[in-house]
């Protein structure tokens, strides 16, 4: 398939916290990109904004890696966070309870003092 099927954007951020921005569709298909991108992420940053405001979709075998992820985080003391999830999406995670491992807020400003704390 030669359409991309998600988009992911890395930006730092001030005081240390890297924006990993998503947007498209993130199917089952597009796992193995997003994987590589989110290794590297967790290796080097320890403070991650998970922005989710673009993203229509997410299959499961998406939040395997966000967990995989937040538990690598959790590791080195550092942390994960959702920002403003679409209704499908934010159903999907809360309905697989990923929203007790990795914090979901619904404002920059909420993600950014928990990210801070």
Do not use: C, W, Y
């Not at 290796?43 to 967990?67: C, K, N, S, Y």
């Not at 979901?104 to 003092?113: G, N, P, R, V």
């Amino acid at each position: 398939m030669s359409e991309k099927l998600v988009t992911v954007s890395v930006q730092n951020m001030a005081a240390g916290i890297t924006r990993l921005t998503l947007g498209g569709r993130f199917e089952p298909m597009a796992v193995a990109e997003l994987a590589a991108a989110l290794d590297g992420l967790g290796a080097q940053e320890t403070r991650i904004l998970a922005d989710l405001t673009g993203l229509a979709f997410m299959a499961p075998h998406g939040l395997r890696l966000f967990v995989r992820l937040a538990r690598k985080l959790q590791e080195s003391r550092g942390k994960l966070v959702f920002l403003a999830p679409q209704p499908m999406v934010e159903e999907v995670i809360s309905l697989a309870g990923v929203d007790e491992l990795i914090p979901l807020f619904h404002t920059e400003t909420e993600a950014l003092a928990a990210l801070s704390n």
